[in-house]
């Protein structure tokens, strides 16, 4: 049981129930989540100490995104209460041809105007294992790219092991700046977690052939670019998770790992997808659990694909799946038979 | 912004939630809709000024169906109150190889009893682009049918573009009486929509080989048929959806049309389908749309055969898309990909 | 219109809406089934006199299991009351990879605990003309078991045709447990339904070389199972569903027949799945109304298979369809087709 | 257990959720009822063998209502199939000052338009104890009002007990046809229900001072009324619900009897109003049930008010209670206890 | 039928369902609603040409507001798009001794906001008749202060009636900075809604002895204090609901106005509360058509007392009731009797 | 803030939606709850470091258990997983003379079957400030009582201060079996809980004149039995919450408390009633927070009252206030005006 610290913004969510579309709607499903926290949340499942470190205002709505999370056993011992507001992302789930809809309503939260003297990083990171952040952190605000250095060189100060998800969100900074604040940000990373347009638009390297609308795959340009990564930044591993887009409905799901050595490829799933929000996260979660389990890399890999294709298939941010239930996934059953 | 005038019935909608069949549910979902009046709401989504004309109910019921349309911004000030009710229509959503199931419950209509008397349809086509009716109207009751020549008759003095769904209801009239009825209104219309089952059934031209059950369609009956009603009443354009029906959950969609020269067949979808009902209104009103915004017919089509592939994914009878979502559609983007 | 006996346990089902997992819901559907009350639904929905022989507690749970049976037309002047509790099962619903999930709460039921002199057997089969139950009755508690050879006993004294369907279920025994008592129950039967696992797990057949799991199908060790079953109990019929599990979503459905001279294999379904409970239930209803109704061995099975395919786009355990609507589906159109 | 017949219309009731307005409604809760069919599931509650007598159309819409009626045990041997259509009402629930809304749909329902050769009368009051019937039915068609008197005639030839409620409906007849058909059938008519504008509007009695806006109730003037009414038909019973109308949330509500000699007042109940619709069906019940059980003249009374006392505490038409909890409240404990 | 112009902010309503508190709740019920667009509601629905004035968001969230507007008829043409969000209010209905909360989160809306060159003045009090604004618009921002006197300036060029609802928000902002604003704004109005609170805490007004806590009114106070208003200010009428907070569940409700030379006192209601969000917005509603009706001020404030005890009996912010109705209620009948 | 432990059975709640009977509801509202635990809830919510103790199955059901603890930030640190079964309780709401029906469903539970061996009483003691328990715990089962014995000597052993609430419950056991359980084990006991039915039933301590059922309450029976109590078991306080039963809609709520010298009758609260389960947990709860503050006996008291008051308005077990909003309520503000 190793101790986790993730840090980032956790959002209330709003979402449509069924297949409304936001204007025949007359109620919205509620759930919180958010990158970091759903990694959070992952890790706690498979049996983790997993903090969350965040700040939310100190009202009805931030003790709700806190109880979402002590629900699921992550630890909220240092989330900072104050500030204006929580973030908001209001949901339209899609199906077939249509995509599900996000509007983002995350201006002026908390975590965005939060300041480092609200954390204790060295408190915070007292025997801690590993430190998991995402690219989104830092592009909600200057001083939340501030602070995620800050958390950043603590961690460094106590050696520990340090992931990145880069998710470029383009409707929070542009490529240029996302470049300028992730650059720097790189040389505190261990393990790099980002598909070829987060390479391209977050780092600057050039893509492949890969056309993400299309739903083909390039693994050569994959390869090519974690070959280019791993010599500029000197990570210990990169990886991606490859999303072949079929539709809203259904997708393929497998990832690729690559140590400066050894470039992996992994199963392939075709999911019916429920809900595909937070399976990036849940691929994250399984990578560290798995890492942390000390799986091989390989192994690792496969766990993290198979957690988040199971994501795929329940409602909310959360993968609310336990290590049991993954390991039976990499173990072949797929079948969907019922066990009684 | 064009005026656009739709006329015909608005019925409530009762249909269960999920899969329920009706024995087993204890709530009905509550929407409104019909042919012609969710051909209205597809317009006015798409900028147009879309008036929908017809008789309703002066009691909370009737005062329902009128708020559903003016919150999609249909015009109502040219809808007639009294009579004795709203016409209803059960709906169980099918599901794999359970087709869904439809109850009419919409005899005694006012719509169905309205007098020519209830309409000035001088003012309602004044400065008037276009009007669109379907076979339904004239199939609901004698009265009806009379309503809908004086309409196409006031339309056409003001020298209106007229389209017609023909929409066979093998519920509301025999083919015979279809055929003396719906032969003689052809007179006014200038653009037909009608697959053909509705050619043989409504306008008594012999099919091809088709056969609408099993799912595979024969362009070459199409163009035949299509080549004979031009000949017969110098439509504009004949126009039809094609609808391969594999299951009550997974369909083919696509379209063709024939302006009196050439014969064009659209791009083809798969559809995933959540609602399937009011498919076909989402497509002539996609159709009008692309004509009356000066797409050529090639354009028009695919603007109309996306606009309806989306519909089947929305729940409702109204198709709750913009016109720069059809668009997207069009351009390319079938991956289903959330955008952020 | 036949009296048909059918005789077991009704539970409380409690299920997740949606896809949820149990640890996210606030609320669960309730719906009460059980594998012998949802055949004498199905026979019910079909025409027959079919009676639910079982015990209930005295107590408003116990009213509702009994109130759920009635509603669709089901005898329950049979049923005994008293004992401790009615016996529940959680159900989350699975999808694409993820499996559905059923949690038991069966033990100490009523009808575990019941006695034979709870029920007046003479009576229950005066002028019955078929009697069903499945393994899953003997399997709840020592007494049951003894009920269940003392119901055999009396049908047999009256001549009525008996069915079993063999449903293995480990975790109410042991699959040795499982053949000492079923092997001698199996003297009173004359039509054997189980797929190849029930045969090994319950009568000891050794299987051929069907992979479950993997979804294929073997039809070659099923016939040579069959035979094999049939030389040592004699029975008139020997059937099986076949199901091939894609995953949690999809599924092909089929099943076959062997009667001591000719093997039979249905036309095979491949089904979009709503809710996958209580089809094995559903096609043992079918299988005997086809039998009851004079079919052929054939025709039965293709009715049962139709019958069984439809359950699965029905939420809850029972199947609510008529027997026009699965000759219908048997007739061959399975395209989901609106009728209007 | 006495077998008890009841005959009239059974409705589909269809009401908003909470207290919404129907404009604000987008889905309805379902469920069937109407004054005779009410009173029949009341007596299966007791314990009777209740037959209810409709016709209703043979669609699903016609299944449901039969199915809602068989999960209480109602017998529906006797129910013809066929006509056009389910009559429907709609609900708001109101509150406070604002009144509960109905809206009826009930023209055209298959009952109204039911033949007399529809039913085997001699058959259905073979061996039956009582008849009960409403001064609803005869309003809703003049062919009701022949089926009507067709039932009496055949109900006294066998000397069955034959309770009305008088039950006036502006909204279906007027008063002077009211009188004109009622006054003749109370001539087959033993136990008389109606308050005093049933009294006055259906059998033209003068009302006495009672102002049933007010709240305030007059006994003397029942029982003035009541003599009147004994002297003119003969009634073995005369009696009268009453309710003050303190809001739609708050009602006061007693009732009161009289057999020629004795006038009785029963003990009042204040009431928090769930749902009030069936109240005055409840009412006939417990009166019916109470006078076959043998109670005399003031116990059945107390019993039948403390019963529709109960059933304005649960959602629906239909009186949910047992016998058993209706004379626990007779015996004086109003307290809302847990008993645990 | 009047022009009518309202002018301020709407916002997305998240109530939790029933009684729950913010943190169980995993669903919000979705409305929209702000003190003016609850005022432009009432209007439409009484048969007046209200217009809607704001500035919503270019998102589906803005969309969804528009929508709600529009399906009770009030006219949004001149409601501006852009800015940042649209504010939101979460609401946790109360009961007994637990308050109702709220939670606002409405900063950066944008009308909060929104320039005066947003909108055409001239244009939208063209022919106008009356002009409706509350002490919150000017209380959101600076900006939204200067916007709301451009607006006040523009009516009074064109001689339009002008109502202000006081309503001092003390999360909005000090009594001081109200005072400074409000005063000024003062010049523009003609009728002046707001209690003892307001008109102490926005004005200044020496307050009587009443204690809004207790309960208890002291209507001598009020009187009072209406004298110095209309000596100040030269209102043509000065006007307060009058509420007693017996509990969350139980309220009594009156009002009294003042005309510069009689006072006068309504009829009081007790009400048993659904829904008390916008119990004053539809108290202003029912006052300015009373008064654009031609009703005396008497009249005028019997309407409106009437129309707004009615609306704490429905839920969401807008009351849905129509002329008729709060007719019926002030002519005397709350009893909650149904009609039928 | 102190730790608290409390011990005890945690249940599954399935609640019937509205005002539903169990026979008419096809959806139970989902909540985890019992006595001791929604004590621990409680001290959680006012700060306090509460831990729950406890067995639950090592399913999905048990986990569900836990997580509803942890989302209130209940220590589970120290719950035992095995056993057979979560027990349940279904729960139909009551409204006016309506009781709420509470069928249990919790024989076979893992706590009932739980081994002293399960827990290690010295660890979860360790610098635990307080130990309470209730009357259910030792009435579950045999096993239960000398479980409970355990822990009480172990807290002993360690000087804790130790509370229980009395809780008689009839459907457990008997008052002689009570009687000689309880009675020896109130050697350990220092805060005593308990109305008069539970001092008789549960100690044998003969009643004054209260009749329960009455919602007459006489305090000086009260102080009668108090002083016998105090005099026989040294308790540190006797306390009691007094209830009067209006009906199941109102109750008044107070209570009175004796510390050997003084005896203190509390303020009354006149409750509008959302959900009375778990009232007198609440009680409990806010009386020990009280203590433990350091509040005197008075003072205390009020907390406690008021507390508990606020619970009778949330739905579910738990009382989801906060420190502030209770002392808000004895502060005197029961007005239930919303502060905005």
Redesign the interface.
């Known amino acids: 049981m190793a101790k986790v610290i993730t840090m980032g913004e956790i959002m209330l969510r709003?979402s449509t129930?069924?297949?409304?579309?936001?204007?025949?709607?007359?109620?919205?499903?509620?759930?919180y989540g958010g990158g970091e926290a759903n990694v959070a949340v992952s890790l706690s499942n498979y049996g983790h100490n997993a903090y969350f470190v965040t700040k939310v205002p100190n009202?009805?709505?931030g003790?709700?995104a806190i109880?979402?999370l002590?629900?699921?056993?992550v630890n909220c011992n240092y989330i900072a209460r104050g500030g204006?507001?929580?973030g908001?992302y209001?949901l339209?789930t899609?199906?077939?041809?249509?995509?599900?809809?996000?509007?983002?309503?995350r201006?002026?939260a908390s975590i965005a105007e939060a300041d480092p003297s609200d954390f204790d990083f060295d408190a915070i990171f007292e025997g801690a294992d590993w430190f998991h952040f995402t690219g989104i952190t830092p592009a909600i605000s200057d001083k939340a790219a501030i602070l995620t250095e800050e958390a950043l060189k603590a961690a460094k100060r106590k050696n520990i092991t340090v992931s990145v998800d880069l998710n470029f969100?383009?409707?929070l900074w542009s490529s240029e700046k996302a470049q300028r604040i992730m650059t720097n940000l790189m040389q505190y990373v261990d393990v790099c977690i980002g598909n070829e347009e987060d390479a391209e638009k977050v780092l600057g390297f050039k893509p492949g052939k890969t056309d993400?609308?299309?739903?083909e795959l390039e693994l050569a340009g994959y390869q090519d670019i974690f070959e280019q990564m791993v010599k500029k930044f000197n990570f210990k591993y990169v990886v991606s998770s490859l999303r072949e887009?079929?539709?809203?409905?259904?997708n393929g799901w497998s990832a690729c790992i690559y140590d400066g050595k050894k470039f992996y490829h992994s199963k392939k799933?075709n999911?019916?997808?429920?809900?595909?929000?937070g399976g990036g996260d849940s691929f994250a979660g399984g990578l560290i659990a798995g890492l942390l389990d000390g799986k091989s890399m390989e192994d690792a890999l496969e766990f993290a694909v198979a957690a988040s294709?199971?994501k795929?298939?329940?409602?909310?941010d959360?993968n609310?799946?336990s290590k049991a239930?993954v390991e039976a996934?990499v173990g072949?059953?797929?079948?969907?038979?019922?066990?009684?």
């Open positions: 709003l129930p069924g297949y409304q579309r936001f204007i025949q709607s007359d109620s919205f499903d509620v759930c009202n009805p709505i003790d709700c109880a979402a002590r629900k699921y056993n204006e507001r929580l908001i209001f339209e899609g199906a077939s041809m249509r995509a599900s809809n996000v509007v983002y309503d201006a002026h969100r383009k409707k993400v609308t299309s739903g887009s079929f539709s809203a409905s259904d799933y999911i019916r997808i429920v809900d595909r929000v294709a199971l795929h298939t329940i409602p909310g959360f609310l799946v239930e996934l072949g059953d797929a079948s969907g038979r019922v066990q009684r």
